[in-house]
């Protein structure tokens, strides 16, 4: 009889799988509602700033992030637990992220400037998940081999 452990593990393609939705997916979505709003709002110079942060943050933060969560996960056993697609560090840092995305929202910051900061780090997800995706084919070529 499986434990409800060994139903919740994943291959290392698995999660990298998990890694490369999650980024996109958040990405997409943040990168989205902020966008639509600057655009609806004829905030086209904010949108070329979007550009400009998302890259930023991209080879600021993002980039390392995503290289060294690579890294971690080649290192991990071939079944782990789903919950180690990400170290403890970065869950912490996800719910951080959430609790200021939420602050910002309720702040009396400009709508422009929030959704600015929304689309920017949302596309720079979206660059940095590619690096999960890279990593997710490699494992699959290298498992179909």
Do not use: H
């Not at 902020?34 to 086209?44: D, E, P, R, T």
């Amino acid at each position: 009889m499986y434990s409800l452990y060994s139903r919740l593990t994943l291959s290392i393609k698995g999660q990298y799988l998990v890694a490369a939705l999650m980024w996109t997916l958040v990405g997409c979505g943040l990168f989205i509602r902020g966008a639509v709003f600057l655009v609806l709002s004829s905030c086209y110079f904010l949108l070329i700033m979007v550009l400009l942060l998302g890259i930023a943050k991209f080879f600021i933060g993002f980039r390392n992030t995503a290289q060294k969560n690579v890294i971690r996960l080649a290192g991990l056993e071939r079944d782990a637990f789903i919950c180690a697609v990400f170290p403890l560090r970065i869950w912490i840092l996800i719910a951080v992220m959430i609790i200021l995305g939420i602050m910002f929202r309720l702040s009396p910051l400009p709508r422009e400037i929030y959704n600015l900061i929304i689309a920017g780090v949302g596309l720079s997800m979206l660059i940095a998940s590619g690096i999960f995706w890279k990593a997710w084919a490699r494992e699959a070529v290298r498992v179909n081999n």
